[in-house]
């Protein structure tokens, strides 16, 4: 066959782009050249994204930029897109293969010898699509994102699909249900990625609070068995549920020699209705008593939250209810989310649309105030001392890293060794950023 390049493209999720790396992994190891996206490639593989109408949009955008790039590259789509949509997906022109959840983890099961149809076959050609009921999708598809030439954080898949059925969300749909693999393989491959030189590991996952052992919710219990992994300097959760997340795990993670005091913790509103609306597992009491326990247990922790606007219901005064409770929360920062219909979800049928200019509007206002807050929290941190690690990404003369809570950094390039957790000295706030020297 030659030496053939691959370009991959991850959209959406850490979860996504763990994975898209575990497919490089698999490319490389059968002897592809694996170039960036923008470079001519022989093979092009999407995996997709379907959590707004834009993700499905971005699809067609790429593969349009990879034909651009590569007239006769042979393009695979996969992933949620894949999944829930496989026709709509294989009619995009110039798309070869589609494949399904289950099937992107046996991709070269699939493909014809890479070989794309020309002259008169390309004219009438379908796109092969191989894309099963997810009810067959219960496969874990092992994935962690530390490969050649990648970052100082490495991505590890603790846990996939979600049986929680929010009614905005079409996961559940595309990724099937909440599966997680034993607690002994994750802590083999966490010993991997330390051999790989890696210091930090992010836990990721559809609904990581979810892991579980012979039925029973086991995040503790892996949570205390990657702490003694050597060789990782931290450890970081990604976005967990409120009604997951218990004090026993809090107090473990803030009291850990290891695990960041950074927590993700999706909100959605901050309105009772609209959580039932949206069948969600907690109300807004339960939310706040979560949020101010960690903020009272450790003031200069990370917390994060995820708030959807426009979902249908949403009058002026929710949003303003919502607004309120948001600000009085100790939250250091927002993901600001644009109600979006998906097609066979429940969300769609109900009354009472957002029109989507007010939407965007909404948006925006939440986004300056999670701006607000994060220039707050930063700016609480000068004259104190962070422990930084140093990501290698130099942007006139400075490097960057982030600290255990999730604040940004920039310090001299000159002065910071990449890879390695160092103490800086924070002096000064800029937008999105504080300023640090090395000590």
Do not use: W
Not at 214 to 234: F, N, P, T
């Amino acid at each position: 066959m030659g030496q053939k390049r691959v370009a991959l493209e991850s959209l959406g999720c850490k979860l996504n782009y763990a994975e898209t790396i575990q497919i490089e992994k698999e490319f490389r190891r059968r002897g592809f050249d694996v170039v960036s996206a923008t470079d001519p490639a022989d093979v092009v593989v999407i995996n997709t994204c379907t959590v707004t109408r834009s993700a499905d949009s971005d699809c067609r955008q790429f593969v349009r930029r990879a034909l651009r790039n590569s007239p006769d590259a042979y393009v695979i789509v996969t992933g949620c897109y894949a999944q829930g949509k496989p026709e709509e997906v294989a009619q995009i022109e110039g798309v070869s293969l589609v494949l399904g959840s289950r099937e992107k983890f046996h991709l070269f099961d699939y493909v014809d010898g890479f070989t794309k149809a020309s002259g008169d076959l390309a004219a009438n050609y379908h796109a092969r699509v191989f894309a099963g009921p997810i009810e067959e999708a219960v496969e874990f598809g092992a994935a962690d994102s530390a490969a050649e030439g990648s970052r100082t954080r490495a991505f590890l898949k603790i846990q996939d699909g979600c049986d929680f059925n929010c009614t905005y969300c079409t996961i559940p749909s595309v990724r099937g249900k909440s599966r997680s693999p034993s607690i002994a393989s994750l802590v083999e491959e966490a010993k991997r990625i330390a051999d790989r030189g890696f210091r930090e590991i992010v836990l990721s996952g559809v609904n990581v609070g979810d892991f579980s052992v012979d039925g029973r919710h086991a995040l503790l219990d892996l949570l205390m068995s990657l702490e003694k992994v050597e060789g990782i300097s931290r450890l970081r959760v990604s976005s967990i549920e409120p009604n997951l997340l218990t004090k026993d795990l809090i107090d473990f993670v803030l009291g850990s020699g290891k695990f960041c005091n950074h927590f993700h913790i999706p909100l959605q509103s901050g309105v009772d209705e609209l959580l039932r609306k949206m069948r969600r597992r907690y109300n807004t009491k339960q939310y706040q008593d979560t949020i101010n326990y960690i903020h009272e247990v450790c003031p200069d922790a990370g917390i994060g939250a995820d708030v959807i606007v426009g979902f249908p219901g949403e009058t002026n005064e929710a949003f303003e209810q919502s607004y309120v409770f948001i600000e009085r929360l100790p939250v250091t920062y927002l993901h600001v989310f644009t109600y979006s219909e998906r097609d066979g979800t429940p969300a769609a049928g109900l009354q009472s649309h957002v029109d989507p200019r007010v939407r965007r509007k909404r948006s925006e206002i939440l986004r300056m105030l999670s701006f607000r807050k994060r220039y707050e929290f930063n700016r609480r941190h000068v004259g104190k001392i962070a422990s930084v690690l140093v990501e290698e990404e130099v942007k006139n003369g400075k490097v960057f890293g982030f600290s255990p809570n999730y604040i940004r950094v920039e310090m001299d390039a000159g002065t910071a060794r990449f890879n390695e957790v160092t103490d800086v000295l924070i002096n000064g706030v800029s937008d999105s950023t504080v300023i640090g020297q090395v000590i």
